[in-house]
């Protein structure tokens, strides 16, 4: 009985897989074709040449991909540093100093992502018309920011709670300040945990399009927003590549995010 | 009070840049012309886009069972699957989406759901379709496909993680009873992570609310989403007033949604 089954079951487990395979590789391979297609007729199946030549016209130094690539990092460098110089010391304080009112701090911090972004990114940009900081790099920048300040709060307390805080006492008794113990003992063993948030917010800064598209018109355009200009405006080929320059940083995080982000860590977020 | 110092300067970023504006898009959606409290954009709202607010809850709520379908199965396999292999491809293949953004995702599902795209192509292939019954997929299909394709690996990393942390002999013990696997699933793994799942999946039904890019790239013309018509009434119309109404009708529907979320959140602060 056990081994007439056997043989059905494995081949159905297989057939599974591959469907749920093309599910998920399906589209990403549809977006390779398109990438590198020099032209596609319909209704051929197949573009009937490949070729660089729309890579050429991306990567040209005078195009404007490569300004937008470089507005985007900018952009999401920026957005690490503001979002982490107001995190760290919060999750800290949030993880190891007694607070009033913590758990509704806590709440205020989960806020922004349990709420539609929508009417704040419309107001803010109303807002920002008026004094004069719509389609400026740093008005994207503190956009970015609020929102990728609450993931940076969050992972950093639940990192900074994962340290022993016995080594802290220990160094404490032995006449340490506590900006030499934070800064020799907390900060470093709490590095792989802040380390993931930076990440996270250069990410999500890095793949923002609603805020950009609100704060950033007319003058900043982010790599995501020149994609989506380039789609609507039917040029397949820039919109495809442009994508995959996007793909590469979140596929690549998704490989490695483990190594950054212990399950030590992640059993204290939101604690 | 050092605490409190420390903390000041994140807090004062998420009221100035968060709870301010959504202050003035509360004011926004009630003044008249006059200054004073008025319906009138909320009765202009429903007037023109009772439609589409229908559309947007539909796709929403479809958008979230399927995702809660996948992630379930997905993950209710990765924990009692009985062939490593197959459960180790699989943990492999899931997790592609996880970080790749709407916008992309938009693009991808734009060339992938076309007429002459590669889904058509690959079922025309394998004989499942007529080549004469082809048909695009850009229409609220697109959208459900594109919310599913990038939320689901989400919400499948939180209840996997949740029900790997179960407590395995309870598991043994049933299947040594003789009780077939999705029973196992459906009666003692899935009580023990209800509030993680539910937790996923009320995010992600706030996340495709507000979502802008996909709507707009796969499906712009009416019947559309709300997200859509925000846009289209602020860059054509300049008009604030309705659009604000919009957008706090969302918000009262994402409101019932965050609600279950921050209770659970507000109960596991507490015993946790």
């Known amino acids: 009985m056990a081994t007439s089954l056997r043989w059905p079951r494995l081949l159905l487990t297989a057939l599974l897989l591959a469907l749920f395979a093309f599910a998920i590789f399906g589209p990403l391979a549809n977006l390779l074709l398109w990438a590198f297609a020099e032209k596609w007729y319909f209704p051929s199946k197949l573009p009937s040449e490949f070729g660089f030549a729309f890579w050429r016209r991306v990567f040209n130094p005078r195009g404007n991909a490569l300004a937008s690539l470089g507005t985007s990092v900018w952009i999401a460098v920026l957005t690490v540093v503001v979002s982490l110089a107001v995190a760290i010391p919060a999750g800290y304080a949030l993880a190891r100093l007694r607070l009033p009112w913590r758990s509704a701090i806590l709440l ?133 590549i442009t994508a995959l320059l996007l793909l590469v940083p979140s596929i690549g995080f998704m490989l490695v995010v483990e190594r950054f982000l212990k399950a030590d860590v992640l059993a204290m977020v939101g604690r | 009070m050092a605490g409190l110092a420390l903390v000041a300067p994140a807090l004062a970023i998420v009221v100035a840049f968060f709870i301010v504006p959504l202050g003035i898009s509360f004011a926004l959606a009630f003044r008249g012309k006059d200054g004073r ?42 924990t009692l699957g009985e062939n490593p292999r197959a459960v180790a491809v699989l943990r492999w293949l899931y997790r592609w989406p996880l970080f790749i953004p709407f916008v992309v995702t938009g693009q991808v599902m734009r060339t992938f759901l076309a007429k002459n795209g590669m889904l058509n192509h690959v079922l025309i292939g394998a004989g499942l379709l007529e080549p004469l019954a082809a048909q695009s997929l850009l229409d ?59 937790v996923g999946i009320v995010l992600s039904f706030v996340t495709m609310l507000s979502v802008l890019s996909v709507p707009l790239m796969i499906n712009p013309n009416s019947p559309t989403m709300i997200t859509v018509d925000v846009a289209y009434r602020i860059n054509t119309h300049s008009d604030y007033a309705v659009a604000n109404a919009l957008c706090l009708l969302s918000l009262l529907v994402a409101a019932s949604g965050a609600w279950f979320y921050l209770r659970h959140a507000a109960r596991s602060a507490e015993t946790g």
């Open chain 2, 140 to 198: 609220w299909r697109g959208i459900v496909v594109a919310f599913v394709w990038k939320q689901a690996p989400f919400v499948t990393l939180l209840v996997a993680g949740a029900m790997a942390s179960l407590e395995r002999g309870h598991i043994e013990a049933a299947r040594n009873l003789g009780a077939p696997r999705w029973r196992v699933l459906w009666d003692i793994v899935l009580p023990q992570v209800r509030g993680t799942v539910l």
């Open chain 2, 37 to 78: 409290f008025t319906l009138e954009h909320f009765a202009k709202a429903f007037d023109l886009y009772t439609t589409d607010l229908v559309f947007t809850l539909a796709i929403v709520l479809l958008a979230s069972a399927l995702i809660a379908i996948v992630a379930i199965a997905i993950a209710g396999y990765l």
């Open chain 1, 108 to 240: 205020l911090f989960l806020l922004p992502q349990a709420v539609p972004n929508l009417p704040i990114y419309v107001n803010i940009a109303r807002v920002f018309y008026e004094v004069g900081l719509n389609g400026t790099v740093t008005g994207v920048v503190l956009v970015h920011a609020a929102h990728g300040l609450v993931l940076a709060v969050w992972i950093a307390s639940a990192a900074f709670a994962a340290v022993d805080a016995s080594l802290d006492e220990a160094a404490r008794n032995l006449g340490a300040t506590p900006w030499t113990c934070f800064r020799t003992i907390t900060l470093p063993l709490a590095a792989p945990g802040l380390m993931a948030s930076a990440i996270f917010v250069f990410l999500e800064s890095l793949d923002e399009f609603t805020g950009t598209y609100f704060v950033g018109v007319p003058d900043v355009t982010t790599l995501p927003l020149l994609m989506f200009n380039a789609s609507m405006g039917g040029n397949y080929q820039i919109a495809s």
